[in-house]
């Protein structure tokens, strides 16, 4: 009794061999997925399975497994991963290093690094920027056309015509030259790097006749006016004198006339002998030896 044939065989002998052609093309597929199509952005793959990668802050400590999945353990202090990734090791933070001239702009954490920037005053040598450099500074006669920043230096150029500048400068602008007033002339012109230098006008000559001939003309016033006064002064001076005088003359004139009746007033000497005195009895005083009159004794 023959064996009956086999549905594949059926198949095989009814579909030919296109249908075998698809039946083998389609077999690698049922044996297993494709890891490349199934895997997803923070994966990766590993003996035909997808591992997760490890997020940022975090390294890889163990992979993953039929029994386990991915291990990862955070950064450690002054360490940080800043991306999704598979490798066991974090990054350093930077330095900024003084001597190069930076300076540290933010702290790192585990996700981020160090922040250096270029020190006030100084800008990156390259687009590396492995070294800060001082800023370039603008000569007289140049203005500031980009003040410096962290990454450039500064740009100059010329300044235009009737402007200047006349010192270094990193953020000076050129200036314009002063403008005369109308009563002054232009000393020296200026230049890029000076300016204007104005001087008042001379006056005409007619302006200084005319303010001499003032000043004259006051000083001949005020001489008459000096002179008037004076003699005024002396005049009234001698007057008062005079009037002094005359006084003085009147005065003298009454003197010797109350001379005169003073004398005229005197009494006559009397020649009579004078008298004795007496005491209260009647009685002659007695006089001391010497004396002109002498007392008589008390008769008895």
């Not at 005088?245 to 001379?259: Q, S, V």
């Not at 006559?268 to 002659?284: A, K, M, Q, S």
């Amino acid at each position: 009794m023959e064996d009956e044939p086999s549905p594949t065989r059926e198949n095989e002998r009814q579909g030919g061999p296109h249908l075998s052609f698809l039946c083998h093309g389609v077999e690698p597929f049922l044996q297993g997925p494709v890891v490349a199509d199934i895997c997803s952005r923070n994966q990766y793959q590993k003996d035909g399975r997808c591992c997760s990668l490890c997020e940022p802050g975090k390294k890889l400590s163990a992979e993953c497994s039929e029994l386990s999945g991915t291990v990862c353990v955070d950064c450690d202090e002054g360490e940080f991963q800043d991306r999704w990734s598979k490798e066991t090791y974090c990054h350093q933070h930077s330095y900024c290093d003084t001597n190069a001239g930076f300076e540290q702009e933010s702290e790192g954490t585990t996700t981020t690094d160090v922040k250096c920037r270029c020190q006030l005053g100084r800008h990156c040598s390259s687009g590396l920027c492995e070294t800060c450099i001082l800023n370039s500074a603008c000569e007289p006669g140049y203005r500031v056309s980009q003040e410096a920043s962290r990454y450039s230096d500064t740009v100059c150029s010329p300044c235009p015509n009737r402007t200047f500048t006349a010192t270094k400068s990193h953020t000076e602008k050129c200036q314009e030259w002063t403008r005369c007033n109308s009563d002054e002339t232009e000393e020296i012109p200026g230049s890029s790097v000076s300016d204007v230098v104005c001087e008042p006008q001379p006056r005409s000559r007619a302006g200084i006749i005319i303010t001499v001939s003032v000043v004259l003309l006051l000083v001949t016033l005020t001489g008459v006016l000096c002179y008037l006064w004076y003699h005024r002064n002396k005049a009234k001076k001698g007057a008062h004198v005079e009037a002094e005088k005359m006084n003085d003359l009147e005065n003298g004139k009454l003197l010797a006339e109350t001379e005169i009746l003073k004398k005229n007033n005197i009494p006559e000497e009397d020649n009579d002998p004078e008298l004795p005195e007496t005491t209260v009895r009647g009685h002659p005083v007695a006089q001391e030896e010497g004396k002109d009159f002498h007392m008589s004794q008390e008769e008895n």
